[in-house]
């Protein structure tokens, strides 16, 4: 039986659920896989920028090491403090990480692939992003130690500052789009004359590139871990899966911002007009592989930073989000918004 005939054997409802569930199953396989070998990566990128080798044991060149660090963490033994507020502390890990895998799907992977073609896709991003932070603050409260609750306060903080630069800087892509869905912005900037919003949105990108490490609490910005002073913040009382399930959220974290800076500054899928004008071939290379190496390039991003810069002190961290990024976000929805009112005229 051929596709079009088994679409026309099944009611149009079960046809588009069977279709919807499919897509749910590739996008989590995927983000799963780019999650394992992410870690993979990141150890080995380090690792050479750091003149050492990185992970060479399990298989070779170390390839098989995300995989035994999975059998690892589903066999290790799950600690849970006697004082802890155990229903709080279970949920925890598993809030974080649903919010960030919901987020997943509203981001269009190329044209046409997307789990839900929603109308408010980047509100709803922005809607998930701070619902994970709940995970973060439940897990530092319930843990009953004092480590635990400093990196959680030090979470809710940073994120509740940068969660209003981070908007801030995409309200300049919307206005300049017309439009929060991520398609809709994606072909905006096809039909932009440049192909892109980075350049016209360069002061939009600077601030939305600063706050997206600070609320994927990456380096120099990962001060609710912060080994050094508190162990490991707000999730070191956990061990086993659960530990694991916040490592999983961090980097499908890291993805969805990575995603986010693709879709609405880097042109997504597509390529500059021009660009394709003065070479033709290019049109036949599909649209996933654009966005897959821009993706790439922007994960490259965290890891080149973790591996140069020290981490930030808190003071100064909380002074750059509201004395200079929320200003300059500012100033660039004003400034794209007088333009756009120039233009209009």
């Known amino acids: 039986m051929t596709l079009d005939a088994l679409h026309a054997a099944v009611p149009e409802y079960i046809w588009n659920l069977g279709v919807i569930l499919l897509k749910i199953a590739v996008v989590l396989g995927a983000t799963m896989l780019h ?9 080995k990128v380090i690792g050479h920028m750091q003149v050492r080798m990185g992970p060479m044991v399990v298989g070779p060149h170390g390839i098989f090491q995300p995989i035994a660090d999975g059998i690892k963490s589903f066999f290790k033994e799950d600690i849970i403090p006697t004082n802890a507020d155990k229903p709080l502390f279970f949920s925890a890990p598993i809030i974080g990480l649903m919010a960030a895998i919901s987020a997943l799907a509203v981001i269009p992977f190329f044209d046409g692939f997307v789990i839900s073609n929603a109308n408010i896709g980047l509100l709803f991003l922005f809607a998930m992003s701070s619902l994970a932070a709940y995970g973060v603050i439940i897990a530092g409260w319930s843990s009953n130690s004092k480590y635990s609750f400093l990196g959680a306060l030090r979470a809710s903080a940073q994120v509740i500052s940068y969660e209003v630069s981070l908007g801030l800087s995409l309200v300049g892509v919307m206005l300049m789009a017309g439009s929060v869905n991520l398609t809709d912005i994606v072909h905006a900037q096809h ?33 609710p871990e ?120």
């Open 35 to 43: 999650v394992a070998y992410a870690t993979y990566f990141e150890r």
């Open 191 to 223: 039909n932009y004359p440049g192909g892109m919003y980075i350049i016209p949105q360069f002061l939009g990108f600077y601030v939305f590139v600063i706050s997206a490490i600070a609320e994927t609490n990456r380096t120099p910005f990962d001060l």
């Open 226 to 345: 912060a080994e050094t002073e508190l162990i490991a913040g707000f999730f070191s009382e956990y061990s086993g899966m659960r530990f694991a399930l916040f490592f999983m959220a961090e980097y499908i974290g890291m993805i969805i911002m990575s995603s986010i800076a693709v879709l609405c500054f880097l042109g997504g899928w597509t390529l500059p007009q021009f660009i394709l004008n003065m070479f033709p071939f290019l049109n036949h290379v599909p649209g996933l592989i654009w966005f897959m190496l821009k993706l790439y390039a922007c994960i490259f991003f965290y890891y080149w930073i973790r591996a140069t810069l020290p981490r930030y002190r808190y003071d100064k961290l909380m002074s750059l989000g509201w004395k200079v990024l929320i200003p300059l976000a500012l100033l660039n929805v004003m400034i794209t918004g007088i333009i756009k009112i120039f233009l209009h005229k």
